[in-house]
């Protein structure tokens, strides 16, 4: 019946998503822009063609936006659900993207911080450095718990979700810049270019003390990004909240996005689908 009642939410929570996406080609416009902007540069051939890489939700417009631009007031984490949610749900994280694609799944949870130095944390190799990342938030959030609290016979079983991002330009790995000199030589970066991202994610089980993690990726593609757009996004400040300056979701940056190979939610921090599958094994776990 417990494993019933999951299959239910985690399919409800799949075919909400399902029904928000529209069908595209695999590099599609996803905003308008200006008839003056110039076309951005060949796309490399990997990505031409292949079958590994598909274009999911792309980011919503200007009147949509959210998760970052403040022009609407950001879910709750009590949204209903379809079913009651047997198992509870803990998300190790404060950003508000994280907090908005989890309401967006239906999810009710609570939310701690894990609060460690990410800087202290290097590796060369993006996909284990946001895993390792990822972990020793996982790590931290549970050393100040009584674990036993959340192993009790009888109890629904605890998840805790952690994750972490970061943007890959060039082969070189870009977290949250430090100044605004950095932030505007991103941006500039990204401008007429393309950016690929990295997000690793872990969910532990308390109850039972398994931990599941994986990665997923995605990138997205800018047309020219005027001067005035980059200086009025470090004037704003945001840019130093999110991982490479990157906001995909920002009414100042979407009219800039050409396109995204990947999901959007992936971008912005977790994806929904690599969620919703470490949940459902984890819970099996």
Do not use: W
């Amino acid at each position: 019946k417990f494993l019933s009642s999951t299959s239910n939410l985690l399919l409800t929570g799949q075919r909400k998503m399902q029904s928000s996406h529209r069908p595209c080609n695999l590099l599609c416009p996803v905003a308008p822009y200006a008839a003056a902007a110039p076309r951005p540069q060949q796309r490399p051939a990997h990505l031409l063609g292949t079958h590994r890489q598909r274009l999911l939700s792309p980011p919503r417009r200007h009147s949509e936006a959210r998760l970052l631009s403040g022009m609407a007031p950001m879910a709750t984490s009590s949204s209903p659900t379809a079913n009651p949610q047997p198992f509870k749900l803990i998300l190790g994280s404060s950003s508000v993207a994280r907090k908005n694609i989890l309401n967006e799944m239906g999810f009710e949870f609570q939310v701690m911080t894990a609060d460690i130095d990410e800087r202290s944390i290097r590796r060369k190799d993006p996909d284990e450095l946001v895993m390792l990342l990822a972990e020793a938030k996982a790590d931290a959030i549970m050393s100040r718990m009584n674990i036993s609290d959340y192993q009790k016979e009888g109890d629904q079983p605890t998840l805790l979700i952690t994750s972490d991002i970061v943007v890959v330009h060039e082969g070189i790995i870009r977290e949250k810049p430090s100044s605004k000199e950095e932030a505007r030589q991103f941006l500039k970066g990204y401008s007429g270019g393309h950016v690929s991202t990295v997000g690793g994610v872990v969910v532990t089980n308390l109850t039972t003390g398994k931990k599941l993690g994986s990665l997923d990726k995605a990138e997205v593609y800018f047309h020219d990004i005027p001067d005035e757009i980059i200086e009025n996004l470090i004037d704003e400040g945001v840019v130093f909240r999110v991982a490479g300056g990157l906001l995909l979701e920002h009414p100042l940056v979407l009219p800039f996005v050409e396109a995204v190979v990947g999901s959007s939610d992936s971008v912005m921090g977790l994806s929904k689908d690599l969620a919703n599958k470490l949940i459902h094994e984890a819970l099996l776990a």
